[in-house]
C-alpha cells in the first residue's frame, strides 16, 4: 500500500501510515492511502521517470563535452558541430524534464 503525506506529499510504502514524516515530520495522521488506481500509477512511472532523469543526466554531459569543444575552437566545421550538440542536448535535457514534471502534475511521480 502506498501511503502520501498531505503536507509535503512524501509517498511512503507500507501496511500503515510511518509514525512521522520522514520529510516533514508531521505525524501518521497526515497521511492518506492512495487509491489501488493512483498507487498503479506511482508504481508503473518510477521506470519512466529514472529514465528520462538519466537522459537528463547524459544530456547534461553532452553539454559539458560540447563546451569543451566550442573551447577548444579547433576549426569552423568542429565548432558548428559542438554548438549544434550543446543546442540539441539542451532541448533533449528540457523535454524530459517537461515529462517528469508532467507525470508529476498527474500523479505519477
Known amino acids: 500500500m502506498l501511503w502520501k503525506c498531505t503536507?509535503?506529499?512524501y509517498l511512503h510504502a507500507g501496511d500503515a501510515a510511518p509514525e512521522a514524516c520522514p520529510k516533514c515530520g508531521v505525524p501518521a495522521d497526515k497521511f492518506a492511502a492512495l487509491s489501488e488506481e493512483?498507487?498503479?500509477?506511482?508504481i508503473t512511472s518510477e521506470r519512466t521517470n529514472d529514465i528520462h532523469m538519466q537522459i537528463s543526466n547524459l544530456a547534461s554531459k553532452i553539454e559539458v563535452l560540447a563546451q569543451e569543444g566550442i573551447d577548444l575552437n579547433l576549426?569552423?566545421?568542429?565548432?558548428?558541430?559542438f554548438k549544434q550538440a550543446k543546442a540539441e542536448a539542451r532541448v533533449i535535457k528540457q523535454r524530459s524534464k517537461a515529462e517528469i514534471a508532467g507525470?508529476?502534475?498527474?500523479?505519477?511521480?
Open 7 to 9: 503536507v509535503c506529499g
Open 38 to 42: 493512483d498507487a498503479q500509477k506511482v
Open 75 to 81: 576549426d569552423p566545421p568542429c565548432l558548428t558541430l
Open 103 to 109: 507525470h508529476v502534475g498527474k500523479g505519477k511521480w
